[in-house]
């Protein structure tokens, strides 16, 4: 049974407070309770699953985390974890299409980054994202146009 996951739309981001973008480390941190990660990242999904936050999700995260399901044969979780990206309105997927394709190239050029990392901030930035949450230090070199930051980071300025 085929389901579209549902996308945020330039008018849906205009009208959201608090949208971020989350890095695959994030997920996995809470999938494979990683530490020091665990906890923060925790807390930042819970506050997502409630709608204290919005979330976009580049379709190469949504891709990152099917590849470790389908890599270590956990094809029920895999189908949970598309199905709580498809039945809540507190994430949104941004597509990669031409125009992300062509933001990435460019921030790839400007910033150094790995192309598929460059993806994923092109996709936050369609998005509306204005905080893309990390444990990747790399991603630093995206700061002069998105803010990055860790989990922990990322509570704290939300809860202000």
């Not at 973008?21 to 409630?50: A, C, G, M, W």
């Not at 997927?93 to 150094?112: F, K, M, N, W, Y």
């Not at 905080?131 to 070199?141: A, G, K, S, Y």
């Amino acid at each position: 049974m085929a389901h579209e996951i549902p996308n945020f739309s330039k008018e849906d981001a205009k009208g959201m407070a608090s949208k971020i973008s989350i890095d695959t480390n994030i997920l996995l941190n809470v999938k494979n309770r990683e530490e020091p990660f665990y906890k923060h990242s925790r807390q930042l999904l819970d506050r997502i699953d409630e709608g204290r936050v919005k979330c976009v999700l580049s379709t190469v995260v949504i891709a990152e985390m099917c590849s470790g399901y389908y890599e270590f044969d956990q094809l029920e979780e895999k189908d949970d974890f598309i199905n709580h990206i498809r039945s809540s309105s507190n994430y949104g997927v941004v597509d990669l299409d031409i125009g992300i394709a062509d933001e990435a190239g460019r921030l790839r050029r400007s910033t150094g980054l790995r192309l598929v990392d460059t993806i994923i901030v092109a996709s936050a930035l369609r998005g509306g994202a204005s905080i893309l949450v990390t444990h990747d230090d790399e991603f630093q070199r995206a700061s002069s146009v998105i803010k990055v930051l860790t989990a922990e980071k990322a509570i704290r300025e939300l809860m202000q």
